[in-house]
């Protein structure tokens, strides 16, 4: 199953990360695969930085998503927000456009998650 989330306040994330650990779990129990996405765009990008989600306590849930979550934070976002991509976490891959990002994988048949 592909699966899509979507986080554009930063009041969400650790919901929109324990919806994502909670999935995963459920796939190792049942033996069915995810192929998860997580697209962050608006103030929710903030988060993506390693000190801004240590402030937040999240730290911790972004590393327990491992390598099979494939996390995009908005280029539109970051310069709205006045983040450069050279502050992020590494596992964090840039798209030029975060609606666009979300639209591209609905058409690819992604389920589509917003907490």
């Known amino acids: 199953m592909k699966v899509l989330f979507h986080i554009d306040e930063s009041a969400r994330w650790k919901m929109a990360l324990g919806n994502i650990l909670n999935m ?6 049942n033996t069915e695969a995810f192929t998860v996405e997580l697209v962050a765009n608006g103030p929710a990008v903030q988060e993506l930085q390693p000190e801004a989600a240590e ?3 999240l730290s911790a849930l ?11 934070a908005c280029r539109n976002a970051l310069q709205a927000n006045g983040i450069p991509a050279g502050t992020l976490f590494p596992f964090v891959q840039v798209v030029p456009a975060g609606v666009v990002e979300i639209a591209a994988r609905q058409q690819e048949g992604c389920a589509y998650i917003k907490p």
């Open 24 to 29: 995963l779990q459920y796939g190792r129990e």
């Open 55 to 57: 402030r937040a306590s």
């Open 62 to 72: 972004f590393g327990a998503l491992g390598p099979q979550v494939r996390v995009c």
